[in-house]
């Protein structure tokens, strides 16, 4: 008599418990318009790392920082530039780290930050406290105060998160019944 061949049962794996940051950016590239709650996880992630990289970019190459904030100089009071700016910061300031794993973190989404950025800077509110915190973080890069340019990120990161849950919040509370 034949064996039968048996197969293992098939498995459907959750992306959410068993994907990498490759899977979520894979995930929001096959949007056309990002999804609200997609910038939001961004904010959050931003909020873990982003106080450290730049502490560590301030206390040992402040020059540096300042020579890259310099830039925001030149910005227009665009969603576009705001979020070009902002990447580029983030990444440059992000290479200043010893630790190599944040830009790498962060070049794993070149190809969806500007699209996840501009919808953010699209509210006028978020261009206006994100060049004061520019500003406060030049000062910060200025007199070479790590301490002073952590807390300013920390105070920004919170506030974006917040700014930007509380955005959302509101849509849902006017009626809509899908995300923006």
């Known amino acids: 008599m034949d064996k039968i061949a048996t197969w293992p049962p098939c498995y459907v794996k ?15 590239q096959q949007y056309e318009e990002v999804p609200d709650e997609f910038v939001l996880y961004f904010l959050e992630l931003r909020n873990a790392i982003t106080t450290k990289y730049i502490k560590e970019a301030v206390m040992n190459h402040y020059p540096k920082v300042v020579a890259i904030l310099s830039e925001m100089d030149t910005l227009h009071d665009q969603a576009e ?18 630790n190599p794993i944040y830009l790498l973190m962060l070049n794993s989404f070149d190809h969806v930050y500007v699209r996840m950025a501009t919808k953010y800077f699209s509210l006028d509110f978020c261009r206006k406290a994100s060049f004061n915190y520019y500003k406060d973080l030049m000062t910060a890069a200025l007199n070479g105060d790590y ?34």
Do not use: C, P
């Open 14 to 28: 959750d992306y959410w418990k068993e994907g990498n940051i490759k899977t979520i950016v894979d995930i929001v």
């Open 81 to 98: 530039d705001f979020a070009l700016f902002d990447w580029h910061l983030q990444k440059r300031v992000a290479g200043l780290s010893h």
């Open 147 to 180: 301490q002073q340019a952590e807390s300013a990120v920390s105070s920004m990161m919170e506030k974006s998160y917040t700014i930007w849950k509380n955005h959302i919040s509101s849509d849902y509370k006017e009626g809509e019944d899908t995300i923006r």
